[in-house]
Each structure stands twice: as C-alpha cells, then as structure tokens.
C-alpha cells in the first residue's frame, strides 16, 4: 500500500506537550482524508515535516498539511520540501508553488495579471511614520499591517488614527500595510476552494465579537456560503493569473471591498486548512488527485 506522509509540525501532530489550540483543525482534516485514501488504497502517515530524512523512505508522496511553524522557517521548510523530491517523494503542493506562495509579494503579480487585490504598500522595515502615511494614502481610517512571511494572523498589528504606533516603533521585518476593511467585521472573509483547479466547496469566516480576526485561534467561527457565479468567477480569475496550471489544491480567501466587489486577501497554496465541514466531498477529491500524481 503507497505511504502518504501528510506533513505536520510539533505544534499540531496529536500529543504533543505544545500543542496550538487550533490543532483540532489537523485532526479533522486527518479525519476526512483518511478514509478517503484508504479506499483507494493509499496509507496517509502523519509525520513531523523536520523528522529525519530517513523516516520518508518508501513514501510515494508527501502532502503539506499543518507545518504551521514554517513562516519563522521559510528557507529551511523549503530545503525540505526540495531534499523529499530530489530523494524521490512527489510533494504536493510542490515546492516550485511554495517558494512562489510563501511570500506575499506573490499578490503584487497576481494584480498585474488582472487579479482582483487589496490595495497594498510594500515595506521593508515599515515604522510609525509609514503608518501615518498609509492611512493618508488610503483615507482610512485604520490599516492593519502583515509580516511579508507569515501566516494566520500571527504578527499582525491593527492601527488607527486614534491608536497609533509608540514612537519609535518598527515592524522589525519585511511587511504589507492594507486598508482596514469594514466588510472583514460586517460581512467577514470568504474562502472558495478548489482542488485540481476544480470548485469544490465555500464558506464565509466571521471575527470573534470585538475582534476583525477570523482564525479560531482568535475565536472565529466559519458558516456555510455558497458564491453567486460573479463571485466564483472572481475566484476562478485568481488561478487564472497563477504562473503555472492549478495546484492540487488551492484556498482562495476573499473579502469585499467597498466598491461591493469581491478581491483576493490570500492564494493560499501551501498549507491552508481546507475546511473539511464545509465540504464533504474534500477527501475523496484530495484522494483522487493524489492517486492521478501517483499513476
């Protein structure tokens, strides 16, 4: 039976003393997928993405699913990724999509390519007086600043006109400054996600109360949404401007402008948690696709 190692970290395999309070989402992607590859003869192992080379010997493929530690570890997760294929285990995403994907700078090439975006500006070391100028350039009354590397909120800042930055303060790192959306409150965030750049499921993440976060690590909570065809094509036009054909999976996380339309917020294709709830269908789709990589 082919060996598919579904690549975690410390924070989310199953005992581990330092556990995220978001690892449950693991387990239920765990849940739905391994059914759904054992009926097509598939064994999924889950297994830490810096174990020992050797423990991925006879693995036919290995597929990103919760190494939610590697944004601090950017170059080091892709040398892995990169050392599995160059040993002979296919990597799904592969890691010619991550090292496009890890950095969001990705989104500046998805504008140019048509995709509908977020207003952005683009520092390296951003401080309080970039803050200002944002929120001048925006005419917002907030904007939220993001580590150019990073992942599911963490390193985030929220700044207003009423609640700037001290003094002196610095981003310390590469990061995006957008303006605060309303919608992210009033509306929230919709993911559309596709697996071999097919439709497969959607839904709408709303913050906790008193919060514009949408991660359940922040108390967000997810409710079903189903796109109208404008909207699923705006999701459709982000792969479309992709540089290279539709990844086995793909997580397209959008949110409302003011104008009332719909603009890209991430691509997420390296780890993004697909929402199994959402969509029952997901594993035995994953399943397929992984079966076709594998002939």
């Not at 080091?76 to 010619?96: S, T």
């Not at 990073?150 to 700044?159: I, M, T």
Request: aromatic fraction near 8%; hydrophobic fraction near 45%; proline fraction near 8%.
């Amino acid at each position: 039976m082919p060996c598919i190692a579904y690549l975690a970290c410390a924070e989310t395999l199953p005992g581990s003393p330092t556990r995220r309070a978001d690892a449950f989402e693991h387990d239920a992607m765990v849940a739905a997928l391994r059914p759904a590859f054992a009926a097509r003869g598939l064994e999924l192992i889950e297994i830490d993405w810096r174990a020992p080379l050797d423990a991925f010997d006879g693995m036919a493929l290995a597929l990103i699913g919760t190494p939610w530690d590697y944004q601090d570890h950017p170059a080091e997760f892709l040398a892995r990724l990169e050392a599995l294929e160059a040993g002979g285990v296919r990597v799904a995403n592969p890691p010619e999509v991550v090292r496009w994907n890890y950095d969001k700078r990705y989104l500046r090439e998805l504008a140019e390519h048509g995709a509908p975006t977020v207003p952005t500006l683009w520092l390296d070391d951003p401080g309080r007086q970039d803050v200002l100028a944002a929120l001048d350039r925006f005419a917002a009354d907030s904007v939220v600043v993001k580590r150019q590397i990073g992942a599911g909120a963490l390193g985030q800042h929220r700044f207003g006109r009423d609640d700037l930055p001290q003094e002196g303060w610095r981003m310390g790192q590469a990061a995006m400054i957008q303006p605060f959306l309303p919608a992210i409150v009033s509306e929230g965030e919709v993911s559309l996600i596709f697996i071999e750049g097919e439709f497969s499921h959607a839904l709408r993440k709303r913050a906790a109360e008193g919060d514009y976060r949408i991660q359940s690590l922040f108390g967000g909570r997810e409710e079903d949404f189903v796109p109208s065809p404008a909207e699923l094509a705006r999701a459709e036009a982000v792969l479309a401007a992709l540089p290279f054909p539709a990844p086995l999976y793909a997580r397209i996380d959008m949110v409302r402008l003011p104008s009332g339309a719909l603009a890209v917020m991430e691509a997420e294709l390296i780890e993004p948690y697909l929402y199994p709830d959402h969509g029952p269908e997901l594993g035995e789709r994953l399943a397929a696709g992984v079966a076709a990589r594998l002939g």
